[in-house]
């Protein structure tokens, strides 16, 4: 993978992403060191990849050629941004951005297996992120708005404890 060409997104959108999927043959335990390096990375310097790595996690026991391929347009997204960094200062962002912001967002009904919603959560200090969450819900929300309800609930949590250190 060094010699690969960058890639522009952390995902190519083919992967399946059904638990009842069956993979191939292909070397599990590969997959499954690459996925913990990946998911170590993500949670201390690479947010935008929580997503994918999580959809990609579901499969660590059965992945298949489709996984594979997500798993290595993964690695060339990742090629094409290790040059980038963050910048936590004042006048590094635009003078009307606020000091501390968040965002959270649930997709309800995500996963048709077992009806939980997929949640994510960024906070921002200035333009950059310290704080960031890619998980599934660990109840079953009986709408939209409730999962939304209760995913704001945990976020206004971790805020809090943001905002009070």
């Known amino acids: 993978m060094e010699n690969c060409k960058a890639g522009k997104t952390t995902c190519n959108g083919n992967f399946i992403n059904e638990i ?20 170590y990375i993500a949670q201390h310097t690479w947010p935008d990849i ?19 391929t997500s798993l290595k347009h993964l690695l060339r997204y990742l090629k094409g941004t290790c040059r980038l960094n963050l910048e936590y200062s004042e006048s590094a962002s635009n003078s009307s951005t606020q000091f501390l912001a968040g965002w ?23 333009t950059n992120p310290i704080s960031w969450i890619s998980k599934n819900q660990s109840e ?5 708005t409730a999962a939304e309800f209760i ?5 206004a949590k971790q805020r809090r404890g943001i905002i009070c250190t």
């Open 151 to 155: 995913f704001l609930n945990i976020c």
């Open 20 to 39: 009842n999927f069956k993979g191939g043959t292909q070397d599990i335990t590969q997959f499954q060191q690459a996925i913990g390096s990946l998911n």
């Open 50 to 68: 929580m997503f994918t790595l999580g959809e990609l996690s579901h499969f660590c026991t059965q992945p298949g050629s489709v996984h594979w």
């Open 140 to 144: 079953v929300a009986q709408s939209t």
């Open 104 to 126: 959270a967002k649930a997709d309800y009904l995500n996963n048709k297996e077992d009806r939980k919603s997929i949640l994510g959560h960024v906070v921002l200090v200035y």
